[in-house]
């Protein structure tokens, strides 16, 4: 009998994965019949893991203590979107995209740890906006007038103490005001993730990183297929009718899209 199984012992050891799951296995309290599925690891973050590091790769498994660290939304169950994030970071830094990166709606600094690493792969800053104080109540009308303040467990010297990293720039005030006198005039990014839950504050984000995003760079938007946050679905739709790339959906819990920046676009 198996007390715990752990996902990334699993991907590292295929050849027992058969053998376990023909029998019962209790996960984080709750039982695993044999007909259970089971989701691998990527390979190059589990089979393949001591070939990407020696390759110099900076993400993975590695990191998922912080990506799971505080956070009330159960992080643990959303590997997905881990993966999801650590695949686009490796994207870019085999490409040899570079610029800066930016998140809209940093909370905890679960996903934020991604692009303060990026940043220090590519010599650049990771600009992580936030109130740090939960939703900010003048967005909190139109289609998002029914949900409810939000978000507010957290602090700027939380989310330092997380990330620690020399590459991040918190940021904290209303978005867009806040990005006076925070951001250079001229920067340009490679990753940028927009995870604000709602319209106002995802149309702004939209607006203004889009056109500076490098071509080849990767607009990350957290919660648009999830059927809660609808803002996000309704700012992402109106925004993208005229431009040519289109999203691209990833299977995480909450439905994650993304677009790469179309390398004719200007």
Request: glycine share 8%.
């Amino acid at each position: 009998m198996i007390d715990e199984l752990n996902i990334f012992d699993l991907a590292d050891n295929r050849l027992q994965i058969q053998e376990r799951l023909n029998r019962r296995l209790f996960v984080r309290g709750r039982t695993l019949q044999r007909e259970s599925y089971v989701s691998h690891v990527p390979d190059r973050y589990s089979a393949k893991y001591q070939k990407y590091l020696a390759g110099g790769g900076s993400f993975g498994k590695h990191l998922v203590e912080k990506f799971i660290a505080g956070n009330r939304y159960n992080n643990s169950g959303d590997l997905s979107r881990f993966f999801f994030l650590s695949l686009a970071c490796d994207q870019l830094l085999k490409e040899g995209i570079r610029g800066d990166a930016a998140e809209l709606g940093v909370y905890r600094g679960n996903t934020g740890i991604f692009l303060a690493k990026l940043a220090e792969q590519t010599g650049g800053k990771a600009y992580l906006f936030d109130t740090y104080e939960g939703f900010p109540e003048q967005d909190l009308n139109g289609i998002d007038s029914n949900k409810e303040f939000e978000f507010d467990d957290t602090s700027v010297a939380s989310v330092k103490s997380l990330i620690a990293s020399d590459s991040a720039v918190y940021v904290k005030g209303y978005f867009p005001e806040s990005i006076k006198g925070n951001l250079p005039d001229h920067s340009t990014f490679c990753l940028v993730h927009i995870d604000c839950d709602l319209y106002f504050p995802c149309k702004a984000a939209l607006e203004y990183f889009y056109p500076r995003i490098v071509p080849g760079g990767f607009l990350i938007m957290h919660d648009y297929s999830s059927l809660y946050w609808d803002g996000i679905e309704r700012a992402v739709d109106e925004f993208l009718k005229d431009k040519s790339e289109s999203v691209i959906p990833v299977p995480d819990k909450s439905g994650t899209v993304a677009i790469r920046k179309s390398k004719a676009s200007r």
